[in-house]
């Protein structure tokens, strides 16, 4: 289910930023391992040509451009944010966070809330990104319960 709603500032925490939940038939760690590591991220979200991780820093290289985030975990409360500082693909996503809220529900799985804080109707790249969310979080889903996610693949570039 994704919700977006009314304007709100690119940066801080609105009720317009992109927000996609699921119910999800794996426990909370198999999910904050799926959003953490970078050989799993690649697995659900983006096929990339190489990868850096330097501590909590993560540069994902897609043919020549990169992506690069800071990945925080907060163990109190299962949140994981994605901080943005380079975006070359996409220049509005400097300063956004996609952010993962999980929790366990009474059955033993999970429950998954992404909201990408700072990705609202005012920015340029709204619609292209809000449809991309719309494939990875189900590529997510996927990838969680039967191994195989749906990532983005590369493109061939022609000369």
């Not at 198999?30 to 983006?46: F, H, L, M, N, P």
């Amino acid at each position: 289910m994704t919700t977006p709603s009314a304007a709100s500032s690119p940066i801080g925490v609105g009720p317009a930023d992109y927000r996609y939940a699921m119910q999800l038939e794996v426990p909370v760690a198999r999910i904050i391992g799926a959003v953490t590591d970078e050989i799993e991220i690649q697995a659900w979200w983006t096929s990339v040509s190489a990868t850096e991780r330097h501590g909590d820093q993560l540069r994902l290289a897609m043919g020549d451009q990169s992506l690069v985030f800071t990945v925080a975990h907060n163990p109190e409360d299962d949140v994981v944010t994605w901080s943005v500082t380079t975006c070359e693909m996409a220049p509005d996503w400097v300063g956004t966070k996609p952010t993962f809220s999980i929790r366990p529900d009474q059955d033993g799985n999970s429950e998954l809330e992404f909201r990408h804080v700072g990705l609202v109707p005012s920015l340029e790249c709204y619609d292209m990104c809000r449809a991309g969310w719309g494939h990875f979080m189900p590529s997510l889903r996927q990838y969680l319960e039967t191994g195989q996610g749906l990532p983005n693949q590369p493109r061939l570039v022609s000369a």
